[in-house]
């Protein structure tokens, strides 16, 4: 970490506006844990490198497929049931009960319109 109050994690695909591919959720995952037992670190920003924040999960860029095909689940409804469970459901619990209030995400904003 930083050794900072303040940690800034960016997401950095903008090539596939920051979809979130399993290796990316994973970093990010790693990333709030070290960040949780962390005690000099008091807030956590997310950031999106880019036009866009993310968009989504990866659900089919190259490095997606790539890493699919390296690390399978299962096909069967274990399988399915484990990938549901490690990729989109406890990591996502953590980040929610992240113990250093939820971390902040910052948005790219446009404004549409001005008075």
Same mark, same amino acid.
């Given at each position: 970490?930083?050794?900072?109050?303040?940690?800034?994690?960016?997401?950095?695909?903008?090539?596939?506006?920051?979809?979130?591919?399993?290796?990316?959720?994973?970093?990010?995952?790693?990333?709030?844990?070290?960040?949780?037992?962390?005690?000099?670190?008091?807030?956590?920003?997310?950031? +999106?490198? +880019?036009?866009?924040?993310? +968009?989504?999960?990866?659900?089919?860029?190259?490095?997606?497929?790539?890493?699919?095909?390296?690390?399978?689940?299962?096909?069967?409804?274990?399988?399915?049931?484990?990938?549901?469970?490690?990729?989109?459901?406890?990591?996502?619990?953590?980040?929610?009960?992240?113990?250093?209030?939820?971390?902040?995400?910052?948005?790219?904003v446009i404004a549409l319109w001005e008075d």
């Amino acid at each position: 970490m930083t050794g900072r109050a303040v940690l800034t994690i960016t997401v950095d695909r903008p090539e596939v506006l920051n979809a979130q591919s399993r290796i990316m959720r994973e970093e990010l995952d790693h990333a709030l844990l070290t960040a949780e037992h962390d005690e000099e670190v008091k807030v956590v920003i997310i950031a +999106g490198a +880019g036009d866009q924040f993310s +968009g989504g999960h990866d659900l089919g860029s190259p490095q997606e497929m790539e890493d699919r095909e390296r690390r399978p689940y299962s096909p069967d409804t274990e399988g399915e049931y484990e990938r549901s469970w490690k990729q989109n459901i406890a990591n996502t619990l953590r980040w929610r009960d992240f113990p250093q209030n939820p971390p902040l995400l910052r948005f790219k904003v446009i404004a549409l319109w001005e008075d």
